[in-house]
């Protein structure tokens, strides 16, 4: 365990700085009260750059402004896990990290992107076959959890003096296995940059209008009571909808709707919403029952939920910016997961509507058009596919088109969205079954659809079938820019297991390559948007879309700079793009040519 120096006098800290001063790198960690709050209430920071040695400096936040030149050096090399944290820690104490370059959290990510947890003490036990105190030690956890503050400072000296030296061990072992894997580029050059990018909009957060949720709250509350009426009267039978447990006995054994082809779970017949879609056409209730199961998770998660997280501080929602979340290298959210807001539909419109634009401000909307088919295109090599996108047609009815060898003005809108829905599904290894149920079409006309999809798209077809084989000889897949994801699971001897794992191999890198992209541009935009509007921020990144806010009169300067870094944030074999949209708020756009 690490010998831990408590610095507690001004002597001992001027001391410190002028060590740190001398380093060529070193970790740091800071401590606060509430992870979660705007403005952060600092307890503390350790700092270690040697071994089994380690500095913590309890101190508020008049106190870490002693370490302020050192923390803006960016000659001096800062390390850390979770340093996201750590920078929004430092910003809200008014100084400025630079230098941060190397996150252990993220680099463990990218060595196991399908691992479940990327927390120190699971990390360290792992690495170096000793242990490290968990916070839960120190905090209790559920109901019994308190907070960090509340423990007494010789214990959090030691918990976060430890954490630093293990940390700093730590980071030569990854940084090897990241050159041994080929992840170190990547690594150094996209996700390390993007860290503080993603620290300044959770710092930035966005505008919420509070009356307007509150407002269709109380309207979802009388929808979900009228569709709820409509259901029971259906159904001759009243009961709770939010139960599967009774959801399922109305449905099967009073109503005897016959359950075949339903997944069934450890409790019996699942009635999660795809398995009941495949029951769409066998009782009028079904459609009501989805209807009502999508209003009330909406209504919960957002119309609800999303006041509560205003920050009384600053009137804005700060969400979560997750780097080491998914395994296809997507960003995810959280503290609203903002991926799950629908994007079409009246509800998903109106959530959208309550993220708005202060005084003098517009929200501009940059959504990169068919990035994953671009992708594909790619990848591929496939001329048909490739042709297409540099001619700028509609890829979709091109499709339609090229499949029945008929004229695109020609394409009815049900071949059009047969076309789109295998478009799509392609690169998930969608099968006969499911285009059928998601285009509308009979499974004949859906084995059809996709044997003359491969035939026009032979260079997608010899993409997949290289993709599913070099993850069977590799144990893993790629994306462009090196990302990869590791498939134990396709050796597995059940057939089920196996089948998920290629589907993933054919999913992840094209996925995975978007996502690499939309990082670049993140990035690219970050350094590029202050010089052409200082007042402008990006606050959101959702699915394929960035969002910002912008002043009024930088609205066409700042929409062009983001459409051409958008189109030039990676090379393919096909052109970049992405639509504009601009409005009050989010739910409210227009179109804006650039």
């Given amino acids: 365990m690490a010998k831990v120096e408590i610095i507690d006098s001004k002597k001992k800290i001027e001391d410190l700085v002028k060590k740190l001063a001398k380093q060529r790198a070193f970790v740091f ?8 709050s705007f403005p952060v209430k600092l307890l503390g920071a350790s700092f270690c750059f040697e071994k089994q040695k380690s500095f913590y400096v309890p101190c508020l936040k008049s106190e870490i402004l002693n370490f302020k030149s050192i923390f803006e050096n ?54 170096f076959g000793e242990k490290i105190t968990p916070e839960e030690e120190l905090t209790g956890k559920g109901r019994k959890k308190i907070n960090l503050g509340q ?94 447990i009774q959801l399922r006995e109305v449905l099967f054994e009073k109503l005897k709707i016959n359950p075949a082809g339903l997944r069934r779970g450890k409790t019996g017949i699942s009635t999660e919403a795809g398995e009941l879609l495949k029951l769409k056409d066998t009782h009028p209730a079904i459609d009501l029952i989805l209807g009502y199961r999508e209003l009330s998770k909406l209504y919960s998660t957002y119309l609800l939920a999303l006041p509560k997280l205003i920050d009384s501080s600053t009137g804005r929602i ?179 297991i196996a089948a998920e794992a290629e589907r993933m191999a054919i999913n992840m890198p094209v996925q995975g390559t978007a996502a690499d992209i939309m990082k670049l541009a993140m990035i690219k935009i970050a350094v590029g948007l202050p010089k052409i509007s200082s007042s402008s921020k990006m606050i959101l990144q959702v699915h394929d879309e960035l969002v910002f806010e912008v002043p009024d009169r930088d609205v066409k300067k700042v929409a062009e700079f983001v459409k051409e870094t958008m189109a030039g944030a990676a090379k393919l074999k096909v052109p970049l793009a992405s639509q504009i949209e601009v409005g009050k708020s989010w739910g409210k756009m227009e179109h804006l040519e650039t």
């Fill in 29 to 36: 960690n800071i401590e606060v009260e509430e992870k979660a």
């Fill in 74 to 127: 960016s000659k001096i090399l800062k390390y850390g896990h979770d340093l996201k944290r750590n920078f929004e820690a430092l910003k809200h104490a008014g100084i400025n990290l630079d230098g941060a370059t190397f996150d252990t959290m993220i680099a463990a990510y990218l060595l196991n992107p399908g691992a479940k947890t990327y927390k120190l003490e699971n990390l360290i036990p792992t690495k």
């Fill in 151 to 244: 423990v007494a400072m010789e214990k959090i000296s030691l918990y976060s003096g430890e954490r630093a030296e293990a940390v700093w061990r730590l980071v030569e072992v990854l940084k090897e296995e990241l050159r041994e894997n080929e992840l170190l580029k990547l690594f150094e050059n996209l996700e390390m940059p993007l860290l503080p990018v993603l620290a300044e909009m959770e710092i930035d957060g966005v505008k919420i209008d509070a009356r307007l949720l509150k407002k269709y709250s109380k309207q979802a509350e009388k929808d979900l009571e009228k569709i709820s009426e409509k259901i029971f009267k259906l159904t001759k039978t009243k009961f709770n909808l939010d139960s599967p």
């Fill in 318 to 496: 700060h969400a979560n910016f997750n780097q080491t979340v998914t395994a296809t290298g997507r960003l995810s959210s959280s503290n609203p997961n903002l991926q799950n807001i629908p994007v079409r539909g009246e509800m998903g419109q109106i959530i959208r509507q309550a993220f708005v634009a202060p005084s003098g401000f517009k929200i501009l909307a940059a959504d990169y058009s068919h990035i994953d088919l671009r992708v594909v295109a790619s990848l591929a090599n496939d001329k048909n596919m490739i042709k297409a996108f540099r001619a700028g047609a509609d890829i979709h009815r091109e499709t339609a088109s090229q499949i029945w060898n008929i004229p695109a003005e020609k394409v009815t809108p049900e071949l059009r969205q047969a076309a789109k829905t295998i478009n799509f599904g392609v690169t998930y290894g969608m099968g006969a079954r499911a285009l059928a149920l998601g285009a509308g079409i009979t499974l004949d006309e859906a084995k059809q659809f996709i044997s003359k999809y491969f035939t026009v798209y032979e260079g997608v077809k010899n993409f997949l079938e290289e993709t599913r084989q070099k993850a069977h000889d590799l144990g893993f897949v790629e994306t462009l820019f090196g990302r990869r994801r590791y498939l134990p699971e396709i050796y597995s001897p059940v057939p089920q």
